[in-house]
């Protein structure tokens, strides 16, 4: 048994909501790899929790005794309407969980979920310079398609932003979607928080 396959990934529970924001609350407080920079609440992590759908999942990793481990999600990156087939990746490991795989099958796990719901796209922002990251997403068969720059500050320096795509392909029956269209953008990686945040508009 490869060292990744020692964790059980499953949906995601409310329940989950404190290892979440403990594993979450490394990269807030230690890296550049999430832009949030305020502490993450086991509060809001429930509530992001419950935001989750089957078009927008969370998926967790735990031990075979029941201790998670890491963490992969799909949300929207945009609630405008047409913008319905394009989700963005999340995935957070705890460090002793790195480095076995395991975010590659987490990555695989969002991959095959995204396609069975009818997604089309998967983006993945992802801070310049995190090899893991964009490592990662390249094994998965991301490839970069733009960069933003200068647009991340913390920890008194500026940050580009790789943006990554997957493309599953034009689903083979559309889903008719149930969220209304909304008249904003998500914008941000807004792991700390639901998607109903106030973002910055695109136009
Ligand atoms: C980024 C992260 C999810 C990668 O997960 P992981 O389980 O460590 O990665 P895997 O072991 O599945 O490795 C898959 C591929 O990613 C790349 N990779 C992973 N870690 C790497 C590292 N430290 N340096 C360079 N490439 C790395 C490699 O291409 C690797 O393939 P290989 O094993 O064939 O070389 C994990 O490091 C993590 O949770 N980091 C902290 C949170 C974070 O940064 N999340 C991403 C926010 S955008």
Redesign the pocket.
């Known amino acids: 048994m490869s060292a990744?396959q020692q964790f059980t990934i499953r949906p995601a529970r409310v329940s989950d909501a404190a290892a979440l924001a403990r594993i979450y609350n490394?990269?807030v407080l230690h890296?550049v790899?999430?832009f949030q920079t305020s502490h993450e609440t086991e509060t809001r992590r429930r509530e992001w929790l419950l935001t989750r759908s089957t078009f927008h999942p969370a998926f967790v990793a735990e031990t075979l005794d029941g201790a998670v481990m890491?963490w992969g999600a799909l949300s929207p990156y945009c609630l405008n309407g047409a913008w319905s087939h394009t989700v963005e990746d999340?995935?957070?490991?705890d460090?002793i969980?790195?480095?076995?795989?395991?975010?590659?099958?987490?990555?695989a796990r969002l991959i095959t979920t995204a396609r069975t719901v009818g997604h089309r796209i998967i983006l993945?922002?992802?801070?310049a310079g995190?090899?893991?990251?964009?490592?990662?997403h390249?094994?998965l068969g991301f490839s970069e398609v733009g960069r933003l720059r200068n647009v991340g500050y913390k920890f008194d320096q500026w940050h580009d932003v790789v943006y990554m795509q997957l493309d599953l392909g034009v689903p083979p029956a559309m889903h008719p979607k149930t969220s209304s269209e909304k008249s904003f953008c998500a914008g941000g990686?807004h792991e700390g928080s639901s998607h109903t945040d106030t973002p910055p508009i695109l136009r």
Do not use: D, E, N
């Open positions: 990744a490394v990269s890296s790899a999430t890491g999340s995935i957070y490991l460090a969980a790195q480095r076995q795989g395991l975010g590659a099958r987490l990555l993945a922002r992802i801070v995190h090899s893991a990251s964009i490592g990662l390249a094994k990686k």
